[in-house]
């Protein structure tokens, strides 16, 4: 199987803490994107990595990236009860995109 | 602007029988996919297609086939439904080969008995 892995696979926090989750990947990729899931609703685009960069930030949101590893990681700062749901990552090697197995964060209020 | 719209949102199948399920985008997306998503598997590729005409198989495609007569439009059937075909299926697509985001459907679950 191609599907990537993530670490990891519940995480439980109270508001305002940090939450960090991992991803591994096998193959060579163009990027690496992150994406959020409201429980029963279809993904959302939460940020994209290229290959080519190391490090991104998007609001309270962080991402990394470590080709050599085949490795990634997630970091969300100070987070709200709102941001309870599942975040998967997803590599893109030119026409496939392909999704890890998923984080399911619960942040208590 | 829709987005991405899927058709039926809920279905429930006897085994052995058939069923289309419909994908339509309203962004002139290239590329279109189709997932299956089981607990605790994430989302597997069932097929994809990198524009108008054409298909491949991705992770999971026994058992499914596709067809993409129309840009807008990504079709997935289910020929003879079995139990082990009980997922929820998702519907996404983009724009571009490279560095663009998927913008996904809100799901069918399907159920076969």
């Known amino acids: ?109 | 602007n829709a987005g991405v719209t899927q058709t039926p949102k809920f279905r429930v199948l006897k085994t052995g029988q058939s069923m289309t399920l419909l994908c339509a985008q309203d962004m002139n997306h290239e590329y279109m996919y189709w997932y299956r998503q089981d607990p605790g598997m994430g989302l597997r590729l069932i097929h994809y297609s990198v524009g108008e005409g054409t298909t491949a198989k991705g992770e999971v495609p026994d058992g499914y086939n596709v067809s993409r007569l129309k840009k807008q439009n990504f079709l997935l059937g289910l020929e003879s439904a079995a139990p082990s075909q009980t997922s929820v299926y998702f519907c996404a697509s983009k724009w571009g080969q490279v560095n663009t985001e998927a913008f996904f459907g809100q799901g069918t679950r399907l159920t076969v008995v």
């Open chain 1, 1 to 109: 199987s191609q599907q990537g892995e993530e670490d990891p696979q519940a995480l439980s926090i109270q508001e305002g803490e940090n939450a960090t989750m991992n991803c591994s990947y096998k193959t060579s990729i163009n990027n690496l994107q992150w994406y959020r899931q409201n429980s029963g609703r279809g993904l959302v685009h939460l940020i994209l990595i290229r290959s080519n960069e190391r490090e991104k930030h998007s609001g309270r949101l962080r991402v990394t990236l470590d080709t050599s590893k085949k490795s990634s990681s997630l970091l969300i700062t100070a987070s709200r009860a709102a941001d309870t749901a599942s975040y998967f990552c997803a590599t893109d090697d030119t026409d496939k995109l392909i999704f890890g197995t998923g984080t399911r964060l619960q942040v208590f209020p």
